[in-house]
């Protein structure tokens, strides 16, 4: 599998779309930030939220421009993410003349013969050296930034901490504007089509444990091994890692684009995903681990019938609930003595309870159930349980396709498994 690598290219029309998307859209987005802030200013939401909106549209102009050269679409997102910002402040420098020439007509009425544009620089030209919009800036630094709750005075950084607050957040918005820029240039593309590939879609997974030996085989062109280790009706519960795939939608000669991804769940119980692996195969690159994937399912349907048949498979694999049925494991003695074996590493775990629920498509391709009573502590954390339940998922070695699940809390379904034959294969001494 070799990596990918953009082709560096890039059109008159992609230089059109770059430079329309980061002048349009960043006088819009400051803008609309500006009359937002006139009401309430979040120091941190805000910004983030400018980034995000800033790199949505310059990543729409890479992806229109059809722009593959990552360092040019990383230059004009990071100017997208400055014209944001000087917009912004330009915009709060408009509304502060406004605010003054009201507050100068008010205070000196018929009496005033001078412009006010002219009285109001000279005052700033009297407080910081400087005039317009440069005065205005040196002003409000001057003036400081405050930060505290809303409808509280709040703590003021003072000039100093005013500048390095603005540092920081221009710094922000421009790493999340060029960053966005940059990776969307990085995506596939197909040079022959002249377009981009289809949207990722998962081909499989692979359990933990065999997980590094996986990666390794891919990085060896060992597909056919590779493929084997996969399972095309995709884990439910991370961690696990998923394969993806992403090809042309338009000839059937380009590579195909495989991601390796681990997702797991912090420790908030977010899922987290994370690269392993990239990179590109070959038309009989790509059939070869598909035929790897296939070897554990013995079947004559055509490929339209076999992803319906494997879409329904999926669903019926993701969830359980209450009108399931649970069948015995139907496990060897030697296969049950091993995953007791395993539990008994973690002290946590009471007892176990293992069946397989009845599955109508693939049938061949058992689904397991692993049901968890733990021991929780007075003191016991609010993540214990999803951590436990991850750790088994990815520390032990099943016999197949197997969800772990608490039934700490859960009456009705430690009844229900425990009513299945065979079913209680741990108690801890």
């Not at 941190?44 to 890479?62: D, R, T």
């Not at 920081?168 to 918005?173: N, P, Q, S, T, V």
């Not at 998962?202 to 933990?208: F, H, K, L, R, Y």
Request: charged share 15%; glycine share 8%; with cysteine.
């Amino acid at each position: 599998m070799k990596p990918y690598q953009p082709s560096q290219k890039i059109t008159p029309a992609g230089i059109t779309w770059l430079t329309a998307s980061s002048i349009v859209g960043g006088v819009a987005i400051g803008t609309l930030t500006h009359f937002i802030a006139l009401l309430v200013y979040l120091i941190i939401l805000f910004p983030f939220a400018m980034g995000v909106a800033g790199g949505a549209v310059i990543a729409l102009g890479v992806h229109k421009g059809k722009v593959r050269n990552p360092a040019i679409a990383g230059f004009f997102g990071i100017l997208t993410g400055a014209i944001l910002y000087s917009t912004l402040h330009i915009a709060d420098y408009w509304h502060f003349q406004r605010t003054a020439a009201e507050e100068i007509n008010k205070e000196l009425g018929q009496a005033n013969s001078a412009p006010t544009d002219q009285l109001l620089d000279a005052y700033l030209q009297e407080q910081t050296g400087s005039t317009g919009f440069f005065g205005y800036i040196k002003y409000s630094a001057q003036q400081g930034v405050s930060i505290g709750r809303l409808g509280s005075r709040g703590f003021n950084l003072g000039e100093t901490g005013t500048w390095i607050y603005w540092a920081l957040e221009f710094g922000a918005i421009c790493t999340m504007t060029g960053a966005a820029a940059y990776f969307a240039a990085r995506n596939p593309f197909c040079e022959t089509c002249d377009q981009w590939y289809a949207d990722k879609h998962a081909i499989g997974s692979v359990p933990p444990p065999a997980s590094e030996q996986f990666l390794s085989l891919l990085n060896r062109d060992e597909l056919i091994p590779a493929g084997k280790l996969m399972n095309p009706l995709i884990l439910s519960q991370p961690p696990y890692w998923t394969v993806q795939q992403q090809s042309c939608n338009t000839c059937a000669t380009s590579d195909t684009y495989l991601t390796v991804d681990r997702l797991s769940l912090d420790h908030k119980g977010n899922l987290d995903r994370r690269e392993m692996g990239q990179g590109l195969l070959t038309a009989s690159e790509y059939q070869q681990l598909q035929t790897g994937i296939m070897a554990n399912f013995a079947t004559t349907q055509d490929d339209v019938a076999l992803a319906t048949q494997m879409a329904l498979a999926q669903q019926e694999r993701a969830v359980i609930g209450p009108t399931d049925i649970f069948a015995p494991h139907e496990l060897s003695p030697n296969q049950v003595a091993d995953l007791a074996q395993q539990l008994t590493n973690h002290a946590s775990v009471k007892s176990a309870y293992l069946v397989r629920k009845q599955v109508e498509h693939f049938p061949e391709q058992p689904f397991y159930i692993l049901g968890i009573l733990y021991k929780s502590g007075l003191l016991e954390a609010k993540d214990a349980e999803t951590k436990l339940i991850s750790q088994l998922t990815e520390q032990l070695v099943f016999p197949g396709h197997t969800l772990v699940i608490s039934i700490h809390k859960d009456k009705g379904m430690t009844k229900t498994l425990q009513q299945v034959a065979g079913s209680e294969i741990y108690t801890k001494a």
